[in-house]
């Protein structure tokens, strides 16, 4: 009864955490669509948040007082030696649209044809990242119903808010680095089902709890490349661009106190 409890639970927030995209892109289509270019910045709002919400985590706050930081910072370097090493290969074949934005050949229309702001989001890195959380947050929640059923009915709440909110960042993050609605759509849905993956690692495992916290690690150090290499670039190319930091501070200010305060509630 209770492991069905806990499948459940997992389920229930893949679900709600969908319908929510669903009804979010579907209703308010037209809303996103003439507010398209904030969404960027609510995205890097809820990142922020979340990357505060985690580092003020017991789980993370035991982690950052042992040598599993070194898992965050190697990953950090990975991440950073790969953009390095496309970065280059892209220096050679063209222009690098990190480097070249308000230079003479970044306004030519031959440019535009070549190169959109949006490739300087990485969608694989964000969807990496999200992948390793929930296999954490599956771990966890397994292991919260096993322990104390009350203490599990608790923590799916708080997963399903925040990954209901991180998630459909994720998904107009994906609509504007290029994927389809129905491509957004299931490249999320196939990262939410990890949280399954991390339910059955928990329940199997007698060190689901050290595999938590290393992927905790390493889904801190993906969280902080993507707000600094992928998000906030981005952000600020489109403020250049665009104008209007007015606006796009107070969206950022919205989404991350949102979140933050939401997760104090629960």
């Given amino acids: 009864m209770l492991i069905a409890q806990i499948f459940l639970a997992g389920f229930l927030i893949m679900s709600l955490s969908l319908i929510g995209k669903l009804f979010t892109y579907g209703v308010l289509r037209g809303f996103v669509h003439r507010h398209f270019k904030f969404i960027t ?14 580092l003020n985590e017991d789980l993370v706050r035991n982690i950052l007082s042992t040598d599993l930081v070194v898992y965050a910072v190697i990953c950090i370097f ?27 050949e970044c306004q030519s ?19 990496l990242g999200d992948s ?13 119903f096993l322990s104390n059923p009350q203490a599990g009915v608790v923590l799916t709440v708080g997963i399903l808010l925040h990954e209901f909110t991180q998630e459909t960042s994720e998904f107009f993050i994906l609509k504007e680095a290029g994927y389809s609605t129905r491509k957004a759509l299931i490249a999320n849905f196939a990262v939410s089902s990890t949280l399954i993956l991390g339910i059955i690692a928990g ?32 952000t600020l190319m489109r403020l250049k661009r665009d104008g209007g930091i007015l606006a796009h501070s107070v969206i950022f200010a919205i989404s991350a106190c949102v979140i933050i305060l939401s997760s104090q509630v629960l």
Wanted: negative net charge.
């Fill in 203 to 234: 329940m199997l495992s007698s060190q689901a709890i050290e595999y938590a916290s290393i992927l905790s690690a390493l889904s801190l150090g993906v969280l902080i490349y993507i707000i600094f290499a992928d998000l906030l670039p981005y």
């Fill in 109 to 127: 229309n031959h440019y535009h044809e070549k190169v959109h702001p949006s490739s300087m989001i990485n969608p694989v890195r964000i969807l």
């Fill in 132 to 144: 390793m959380h929930n296999i954490a947050d599956g771990i966890l929640l397994s292991i919260a």
């Fill in 41 to 54: 910045t609510s995205a890097l709002g809820v990142f922020v948040a979340n990357l505060y919400i985690l």
């Fill in 78 to 104: 990975v991440l950073v030696l790969i953009r390095i090493y496309f970065a280059d290969a892209h220096h050679h074949h063209g222009v690098n649209p990190g480097e070249c934005f308000g230079t003479h």
